[in-house]
């Protein structure tokens, strides 16, 4: 199981969100509490916006807790919306391009989780995807294939439909192949100006999201937490497992939901799948 | 410009190849006088039988002459039958997913070339890729998709016809989205007991193809080179680029020719491309 | 903490030790029961033998459980002694040059522990290795150190009295800089025909160490495990701890002691450290 | 060779020294014309400075032209002081801690060039370093000795009188150990406000070194290079060697010289070793 964070708020320095944290995100990647797989050492990415006119993005395959260029990265890019994923393979192979957050123009996406039965839905899958974006797709991940099929379904336009509308060809090719649950997990995307985070699976046993509480009332709980003053009232960490000691700063998005942040937006709304329209591409 | 050699004889320590002569593969690797890029610094892979059940295939990202790990296998390794490939990337990611040799079973397979345009025919391409076959493409190569077609028209069995129908579709798609010579390249497959060489291009201006005279005669030739004594006399070296300064060990393969080389083969034929007898698909 | 494995007996492919049993020591990287530090992600080692003039080295800074590199070689590799060492990283960097076994001629050195007080005590113990084996020291391990060490106090003539007279320097040089406890864990060396075994610590609770039992003995016990017959009877592992589910497999070596194997000697001892009898070098 | 740059004046992006000239420093990495060894691909690192209490360092041992990050990075990281340097390894191991440029408090220390002779005098050498300042190297790089030698004699206050007498120690040493000529090269050195750049060698052929000229100056000769008008009157680069087509751009740093810029400081000045006053440490 990968582990992920999104950051929306004020600017603040990247180290603040993965090393200073008494459990930081970087020492949790060691030991997960709350996943399936316990280590996160396959790799890593991060994804930023600054003024530029588009995200940056660092990633790499080594162990994030090994990794001295995130180090010195993160001690010198400050920055008002990022995204972290730290990456636990399952089956595909640790490199780069396998890495998230994915990137497309202004946009990232991220992804704890997995298509079931990969292998017999990858050839339906990635035939559905736009022929002008199919090109861009430079890895093997489930999840890179998730973000074109998002795009292809008009994720820049309306991206609860586009994920609703590539989850639910996800099931439905993977019902056709006999799979019984064939979407697991949770998915952050962001233009860099509204994150939106969705919680998700088949089955209705979804891997774990929360995000953190009002920062005014976090400030009122926790006094003595300095990062809680650093930034704006309306900033908000989304994260697949709660990082740090703080028990009072995390809510959980409920099964089968997905939070909307950044730009004035702040709600939480019920996520339902949208079955193809037309047929399914058979492939043949 | 890729670069690779294949080798077929009586064992040798892979160092012998790589590391050995006055000019060998690995210094060869920083400039290469023939080929197209002068540097092949984008990782490498070489690809050997022993009496294992398949061929060992070690890849790395590293450009081979700053590999320790490569200088270390290459002393302790003895083969009858090997290939190495140094890569020059154009275009893909520098990962081991495509990383030149590739293995699927008992085969092995290198190129040093391009396929024309491939992000225009890449989707088409990889939809020719037999269903069984399409789940193991694990990177972004042409040349691994070469492999695949080859694979799915049946290059176990025949591997002149398929890697001609291989090409063939390669042209038939590229000529349908405007690519006026769609196929360049030199491309090796070996099952581990015999190897077969193909040279071809497009335009009829293939990339440089060279194999080893009769080594009886070479020794004549060069008695003073201990090599020559330490190999059967059927060995063949067939390669990119000459190696070394033996001026006359040499013989270039012809232009639209292809060679046969191992278990008592050892001939040189032309080759000749076989279009698509139905419809190309079109991927709509 | 790192984790070790040393084996000498007939050849086997290192597969059988690396993935095959039920409970492998690559899959033991991820999760060690018995260890200080649970994830040995931060690279890793293997070293062996074959009829070549020293013993094969292959280093990586990948987790083992991530190098295809490392699956494939130990595919291919037989060898009647080798080396195994999966590394957690305390303090210095994670690249190849820090990573064990260490080699130098046919000799091969691997270590779980640590030199306490290292920053403090560094000089003064590389200023004892011999001027002429000292520009041979490629990273900044503890364990190159002592190694370098060692061989200055003559492994390769005596290996007890050199690694007893290396960890009495330690201790001598860690006590006057006011380190209570300067050396702690397990050494295992070899040349290849013989290896020897150390279990140490200058406070007296050393890191664990365990031998496999006698192979007839174990057969009768295990009719069902084929890599029990494949082993010649006098075949031998010692690791930093158990592998797999065989618990009436291994001994443990007791506190203070050192064994050797191959050769035809098989024999457990006490371990002496042996003080420096001239004063110290103060580095000044 | 190495080939080297270091930038000095209004914050400009990264990316704009590295990638986008004509004959960009990255492009050149592939082929130097002046450099001894003709590509440098052995790794690289960048170190920069913003409000932060010491420079960001970036370092990788993959060739700058393949690193994906080194791009993303260098599109979002500006800065008014930054070193690059790419490597060309003479000996030692490509390992991120032998990368330049290396760091300590808030200096940065970068070389082109090798100490002669390096296995016969790196012991003496090593001893020469301070004590406190001995545990912080990390690699085996002839550049990392001679920075923590320069931090011993004083860099952080007197940086010329400091490189004076590191260079001078290393001829001492080597001149003792026969080697004829030990010091070779041009070195860069900045605190972040002000950048110091040494041409000397013991031989008196030293590599080159250059600077461009006066920025108003250069705008009415080049009045079509937009980044001639991005960047402030006192803008300076300093080069190992010269990048891009405007050949009336650069000026030779002459033999036996150092320059220095920044803080209003803009001069050139005849550079002279000092001799050690005491007798050179015998490491015995």
Redesign the interface.
């Known amino acids: 199981m990968c582990r992920w964070l999104a950051y929306s708020g004020s600017p603040v320095l990247l180290s603040r969100a993965l090393y200073s944290p008494a459990n930081s995100l970087v020492d949790q990647s ?2 997960s509490k709350l996943g399936a797989e ?2 996160n ?2 790799g890593f990415g991060i994804g ?1 916006y ?1 003024d ?1 006119p588009r995200p ?8 994030a ?2 990794d ?2 995130l180090r ?2 993160s ?3 400050s920055s008002g919306h990022f995204f972290v994923h730290l990456r636990a ?1 399952i089956g ?6 396998n890495c998230h957050p994915f990137r497309h123009g202004r946009w990232l996406f991220m992804h704890n989780g997995y298509v079931d039965g ?3 839905v ?2 339906d899958l ?2 559905a995807v736009d ?1 002008s974006l ?2 861009e ?4 991940a489930d999840t890179e294939l998730l973000f074109y099929l998002a795009l292809t379904f008009g994720l820049e336009d309306d991206p609860v439909d586009a994920i609703a509308r590539t989850i639910g060809l996800v099931e439905a090719v993977g019902h056709r192949k006999g799979i019984a649950y064939p979407f697991q997990g949770t998915i952050a995307t962001t233009d860099g100006v509204r994150t939106w985070a969705f919680r998700y699976s088949s089955e209705g046993k979804s891997r774990s999201l929360f995000y953190t509480g009002h920062i005014p009332t976090l400030r009122r709980l926790y006094p003595e937490r300095e990062i809680l003053f650093e930034v704006s009232d309306d900033a908000r960490l989304v994260v697949s497992e709660p990082i740090g000691d703080l028990a009072g700063a995390w809510n959980e998005v409920p099964e089968s939901s997905y939070g909307v942040v950044g730009n004035g937006e702040d709600r939480l709304s019920p996520f339902k799948v949208k079955a193809p329209s037309v047929a399914v591409p058979t ?1 043949a």
Chains 1, 2, 3, 4 share one sequence.
């Open positions: 060691l030991h316990a280590t050492g396959d930023w600054d530029g940056g993005v660092f990633r790499s395959i080594e162990p807790w090994n001295q260029n010195e990265l001690e010198h890019v393979a595909s192979a640790v490199q780069q391009t990969l292998p017999k990858r050839r990635a035939l022929e199919y090109p797709i430079a890895g093997q492939g």
